[in-house]
């Protein structure tokens, strides 16, 4: 009996990963939604990113050389501001990347019926954090490559869980918006004519700055170094195992089967 059930749960295994290349790439995917989403240890670090820029507030609000984007022309008088990312930054979508594991689908199926649900929860310590600064007299602006489709349910999905959200200037920014492409930095500019963005956060690097076009994973690195007095004082990044462009960047952002994929990867993990 335990020999035939053992002989079960193997057969189950493979058919999972014999199933098609979608069920492979979610299943590899398995343990870093897992982690996302129960582990403790992801949730102090979003708390610790958060808290650590609340304490910092008073200081960049009344420095008024305290200017977190590179694209900023510098002008004076201009009010505090904060730009934030949206997708794994203020909300938490890895209820949809465990559809996509199991359902075996990938990207985008399923992403347009997430959104419109408007049910995404928020990341630990954004909430505090937001509220503290808006009362504070900063501006909230939220900059995302969400398609301009998007934004409604984005908007409404964002004042239903109690964030700052004025009505009074568009405050979130998307993908194709004003002739706006997938790149932030005409965002940023945008932002910082009339606003002194004191602080910005993210999941990826390109929230920050922009990366020549397709930049591989040495680049990336490279480049956090040449900016390492911003991390933590003007920029704060939230980690994303789950996805981005730092898995893209292995395989040199081409679209590469699985079996491709998962080649490169093997090909560029450290063993000593």
Not at 60 to 77: F, R
Not at 123 to 128: A, H, L, T
């Amino acid at each position: 009996m335990i020999k035939n059930k053992r002989n079960l749960f193997f057969c189950s295994i493979f058919y999972l990963f014999s199933v098609d290349s979608d069920a492979e790439k979610n299943l590899e995917s398995l343990m870093s939604v897992l982690y996302s989403q129960t582990s403790g240890e992801i949730k102090a670090t979003f708390v610790q990113t958060y808290n650590t820029a609340t304490e910092l507030l008073d200081k960049a609000i009344n420095d008024e050389d305290w200017d977190a984007v590179l694209e900023s022309e510098g002008k004076t008088n201009r009010t505090p501001a904060i730009i934030l990312d949206v997708d794994e930054t203020v909300l938490d979508n890895t209820p949809f990347n465990a559809r996509s594991i199991m359902n075996q689908t990938s990207y985008p199926e399923g992403w347009d019926i997430w959104i419109y649900e408007e049910n995404a929860t928020l990341i630990p310590g954004v909430k505090d954090f937001l509220a503290s600064a808006n009362n504070k007299g900063v501006k909230i602006f939220y900059v995302t490559n969400r398609r301009t489709v998007y934004e409604e349910a984005t908007k409404n999905n964002i004042k239903k869980l109690g964030l700052p959200f004025d009505d009074d200037i568009d405050v979130l920014l998307t993908r194709g918006e004003n002739g706006w492409g997938s790149s932030k930095a005409s965002r940023r500019l945008h932002v910082s004519k009339d606003y002194r963005v004191i602080m910005m956060f993210g999941d990826n690097l390109n929230d920050f700055f922009d990366l020549p076009d397709k930049a591989d994973y040495v680049t990336r690195k490279e480049s956090v170094l040449k900016h390492e007095n911003m991390w933590g004082n003007k920029w704060f990044m939230l980690a994303n195992p789950v996805y981005g462009h730092w898995e893209q960047s292995i395989y040199g952002f081409e679209l590469l089967d699985e079996d491709s994929k998962t080649k490169a990867k093997l090909e560029n993990i450290r063993v000593n």
